[in-house]
C-alpha cells in the first residue's frame, strides 16, 4: 500500500515516469471501455432488435409498433437508472466531467465508469438519437479520476489523468490519437502546458494501439477522396462556415429548450426517458437515418447517395430528436450528432454549388466532409480538434486548408453569436463559467485542505488578558482561537479586541478571553474551495480564517489565511505561464 502514496511517500522515484506509467494504463482502461461500450451498444440493439447491423438495412421489416415501444421501452429502463443510480450520466456527460475538473480537482465518482457504459448502451442500442463519444469520454475520465485518486495523485496531477482518459476515449473512437490529445487538452482541459501533453498522448497513443488490433487499421466513417478542384471553391467553403455556425447554434439553442421543457414537466425524472423514448420511435418511423449514432446515414451523405431534400430535411429532424434523446434526460454525447448535422448541412450546401457550378466545385461528399468539422468546431469551440479529427479521418493533407477556413468562420461565428459552446453552456447555467481566467478557475480547483496549516494557536476561555497579550506576543498569527474545557470553538480574538476592551473601562484582572472574544465565528471546512475561503476573507476584512471538522463544526483542525491562498495562487499562476 506504500506504492499507493508514491506522490508523497518516496520523492526519488521520477514523477514523469510514474506519469508516464499511469497514462499508458490508463490508455489501455480507455481503449477497452470504447471496445467494451461499442459491443454493449451492439449486445442490446440485437436484443432489442434481433440485429446488430445499421438500422437502415433492416428498418423496414421492424413492424411499425416496435419502431415506437422499443425507443420507450429504452426510457423505461435507462429513466430509473439514471435517477436512483447516477444522475451524472443524464445528458452528454462532457460538461459534467468540466464541472468535475473545475469544481472538485477532478474527482469523478469510480461507479460512473460501468454505470455510463450500460445506461448509455441501453438508450442509444434501443434507438436513441446520441452519440457514443461523450459516453466514452466520460469512461475514459471515471477510469482516469480513480486510478488517480487510487494512487492519491496531487489534484493538478488528478486533471491530467482525467485528460488522459478522455483522450484515450476518443482516439479509440475515432482511430484518431492527435484529435484525442486535442479534445483533452483544447476542450476539457483548456490547458495547452508542456507537462500536459506528454501524459495525454501517451494515454492515446496506447489507446488507438488497443483499438486498432481489434478493428484493425480503419477509419471510423467510410470517407471519400477529396479534390480541390479550383481556388474559387474557397469562397464557397468559406459560406460553408458561416451556415454551419448558424445551423451549430440553432442546435445548441434547440437542445437546451428542449432541456427547459422536460425539466418543467410535472413528471417523475425517471418517467420523463420513456415520454422522449416514445417521440423518437414516431420519429423513426418517418426517417430511420437518426437512429442512434447514425453513421451509416452520414456514409451515405459522404458518398453522395442522398438527395439534396432529404440532406437538408435530416439536418432539422437530426437536431429535433437529440434534443428530444437527451432533453428528455436519456444518456449520450452530442459529438456524433454534431458530425452527423454537419454531414447534412455540407452535403446538402454542396449538392447545390455543385448543380450550379459542376466545373468548379467537388462533389456533395467533399462538402460534407468539410461541415462534419465545421459544425463540430462551431458546437463545441474547438476547432483545432475538430481540422485534425476531420484530417486523420481522411489521411488527406488537401483536406487541411478548406477545412482551416470553414472551421475558423463557423466558430467564429457561433462564439461571435452566443456566449459559450454546447458543452460550457450547461455550466454557465448554473453559475460557473470557464471564462474567468486562470486565476478564479485555480481558487475553484483547489480546496482549503490543500493549503491550510494545523500549526495554529488556541488558548483557554478563562485566560486572563496578561495571559492572552503574552501569547500574542509570542505567536506569528494574528488571532487566537479562545476554546472551552473540552477543546471546542467557542469564539476567536485579537489584539484588537484586547485594546477595545480595556479602552472601555473594564477591570483588566475579570476581563477574561470568554469576554472580548467574538462569538460568532465565521470558518470554512477541509473541502470548501479556495474561492470561498478567499470571499469569506475578503467580506469580513480578516486575514485568516479557522478550518473546522464538517460533521463537528466546534471541532477546528486546522487555520486558512489570506496570506497563504495568495502565495498558493501565485505559484500555481507561475506553473501555467
Not at 101 to 129: D, E, H, N, V, Y
Not at 205 to 231: D, I, K
Not at 409 to 419: N, R
Amino acid at each position: 500500500m506504500k506504492f499507493l502514496s508514491v506522490w508523497t511517500a518516496n520523492e526519488r522515484i521520477n514523477e514523469h515516469v510514474v506519469n508516464a506509467i499511469l497514462a499508458v494504463f490508463i490508455g489501455l482502461i480507455g481503449g477497452v471501455g470504447a471496445i467494451a461500450f461499442r459491443f454493449m451498444i451492439k449486445f442490446f440493439q440485437d436484443l432489442f432488435y434481433h440485429n446488430p447491423n445499421d438500422f437502415l438495412t433492416f428498418c423496414r421489416s421492424v413492424p411499425l409498433h416496435l419502431k415506437i415501444l422499443i425507443p420507450a421501452l429504452g426510457g423505461l429502463i435507462a429513466g430509473p437508472l439514471i435517477y436512483f443510480g447516477a444522475r451524472e450520466t443524464k445528458g452528454h456527460g462532457v460538461p459534467e466531467i468540466m464541472e468535475a475538473l473545475l469544481l472538485k480537482s477532478g474527482r469523478i465518482r469510480p461507479r460512473l465508469t460501468f454505470m455510463q457504459m450500460l445506461i448509455s448502451a441501453i438508450c442509444i442500442g434501443s434507438g436513441g438519437s446520441a452519440g457514443r463519444e461523450g459516453p466514452i469520454v466520460m469512461i475514459g475520465s471515471a477510469a482516469g479520476s480513480t486510478i488517480g485518486q487510487l494512487f492519491k495523485a496531487p489534484q493538478e496531477r488528478l486533471r491530467t489523468l482525467v485528460g488522459c482518459g478522455a483522450a484515450a476515449g476518443i482516439a479509440a473512437t475515432f482511430n484518431a490519437p492527435i484529435a484525442g490529445v486535442l479534445f483533452a487538452v483544447e476542450i476539457l482541459l483548456n490547458d495547452f502546458r508542456l507537462e500536459k501533453f506528454s501524459p495525454i498522448i501517451l494515454a492515446s497513443v496506447t489507446a488507438t494501439a488497443l483499438s486498432r488490433h481489434y478493428y484493425g487499421n480503419f477509419p471510423a466513417l467510410q470517407v471519400p477522396s477529396y479534390e480541390l478542384l479550383n481556388a474559387t471553391e474557397f469562397i464557397f467553403y468559406a459560406i460553408l462556415g458561416i451556415l454551419c455556425g448558424l445551423i451549430a447554434l440553432l442546435f445548441v439553442e434547440v437542445l437546451y429548450k428542449s432541456e427547459d421543457f422536460f425539466d418543467h414537466l410535472p413528471l417523475p425524472g425517471y418517467i420523463k426517458p420513456l415520454l422522449g423514448g416514445t417521440c423518437i420511435g414516431v420519429i423513426l418511423i418517418f426517417f430511420p437515418h437518426v437512429f442512434g449514432v447514425g453513421y451509416g446515414t452520414v456514409n451515405l451523405a459522404l458518398k453522395g447517395d442522398l438527395s439534396w431534400k432529404l440532406l437538408f430535411l435530416l439536418i432539422f429532424i437530426k437536431i429535433i430528436a437529440t434534443s428530444i434523446t437527451l432533453g428528455s434526460g436519456e444518456s449520450g454525447g452530442v459529438f456524433a450528432p454534431s458530425l452527423f448535422i454537419g454531414a447534412m448541412t455540407g452535403g446538402a450546401f454542396g449538392y447545390l454549388i455543385h448543380t450550379f457550378f459542376p466545373q468548379l466545385t467537388a462533389s456533395s461528399g467533399a462538402y460534407a466532409l468539410v461541415g462534419m468539422g465545421a459544425l463540430v468546431g462551431a458546437t463545441t469551440h474547438g476547432p483545432i480538434t475538430a481540422i485534425l479529427i476531420i484530417f486523420e479521418l481522411t489521411g488527406n493533407y488537401l483536406i487541411i486548408l478548406p477545412l482551416m477556413v470553414s472551421c475558423i468562420i463557423s466558430t467564429f461565428i457561433a462564439t461571435s453569436l452566443k456566449d459559450g459552446s454546447i458543452y460550457t453552456l450547461k455550466l454557465k447555467r448554473k453559475g460557473l463559467s470557464l471564462k474567468r481566467g486562470w486565476e478564479q478557475t485555480i481558487l475553484e480547483s483547489f480546496q482549503v485542505k490543500d493549503i491550510m496549516t494545523k500549526d495554529f494557536q488556541s488558548i483557554s476561555e478563562k485566560a486572563t488578558v496578561d495571559e492572552i497579550v503574552e501569547t500574542l506576543g509570542k505567536s506569528s498569527r494574528s488571532y487566537l482561537l479562545v476554546t472551552n474545557s473540552q477543546g471546542e470553538l467557542v469564539g476567536i480574538l485579537s489584539f484588537h479586541d484586547v485594546r477595545k476592551a480595556l479602552l472601555g473601562g473594564g477591570k483588566r484582572k475579570e476581563i477574561t478571553a470568554a469576554d472580548i472574544a467574538t462569538k460568532n465565528v465565521v470558518s470554512v471546512t477541509p473541502n470548501d474551495s479556495l474561492l470561498t475561503a478567499q470571499h469569506k476573507l475578503g467580506s469580513l476584512g480578516v486575514s485568516q480564517l479557522p478550518v473546522i471538522d464538517k460533521r463537528n463544526p466546534k471541532r477546528v483542525v486546522g487555520i486558512v489565511s489570506l496570506k497563504d491562498i495568495i502565495a498558493f495562487h501565485e505559484r500555481e499562476l507561475l506553473k501555467r505561464i
